[in-house]
C-alpha cells in the first residue's frame, strides 16, 4: 500500500474522531453520516482514534480563545423589537470566532470602555 493511501487513511480517521468530539454523535453515527458520502470507516475506527487523540481534539477550541493582540471587527445593527430600537453589536475576531453578542436599548459609545475591551 503506497503511504499516500495510508495517509489519507490517517486523515479520514481523525476526521471522523473530530465529528465525534465536536458534536453530539454517536460512534455509530460518525460511521453512517461519512458512509453516506462515501467514506467508509468503522466505528471501532473512530474509537481507537478517539482514545488516541481525544484529548488534542477537546482541546483545540481553548487553544482558540481570542487573545489580547487578536484583530477586532465590529458590527452594528439596529433592530425595532416591540416599537424599542435596540442596537445589536457582534464581535468577530481574526480566525472568525464570535466570543460575545451585545443587545441593548440605548445608543452605543463609538469606542468601547476598558471593561469590554478586557473581558
Given at each position: 500500500m503506497s503511504n499516500f493511501r495510508r495517509q489519507r487513511r490517517k486523515g479520514v480517521a481523525m476526521t471522523a474522531a473530530w465529528l465525534y468530539f465536536r458534536f453530539p454523535l454517536s460512534l455509530r453515527m460518525v460511521e453512517e453520516?461519512?458512509?453516506?458520502?462515501?467514506?467508509?470507516?468503522?466505528?471501532?475506527?473512530?474509537?481507537?482514534?478517539?482514545?488516541t487523540f481525544g484529548r488534542g481534539?477537546?482541546?483545540?477550541?481553548?487553544?482558540?480563545?481570542?487573545?489580547?493582540?487578536?484583530?477586532?471587527?465590529?458590527?452594528e445593527v439596529v433592530l425595532n423589537i416591540a416599537g424599542k430600537r435596540q442596537y445589536l453589536r457582534?464581535?468577530?475576531?481574526?480566525?472568525?470566532?464570535?466570543?460575545?453578542?451585545?443587545?441593548?436599548?440605548?445608543a452605543m459609545p463609538r469606542r468601547p470602555s476598558a471593561c469590554s475591551a478586557n473581558c
Open positions: 453520516m461519512l458512509a453516506s458520502r462515501g467514506i467508509l470507516v468503522s466505528h471501532e475506527t473512530v474509537r481507537q482514534r478517539g482514545l481534539i477537546a482541546d483545540q477550541p481553548r487553544r482558540r480563545a481570542p487573545q489580547r493582540g487578536d484583530n477586532w471587527h465590529l458590527g457582534r464581535t468577530v475576531d481574526r480566525v472568525g470566532f464570535v466570543p460575545n453578542v451585545l443587545c441593548r436599548a440605548g
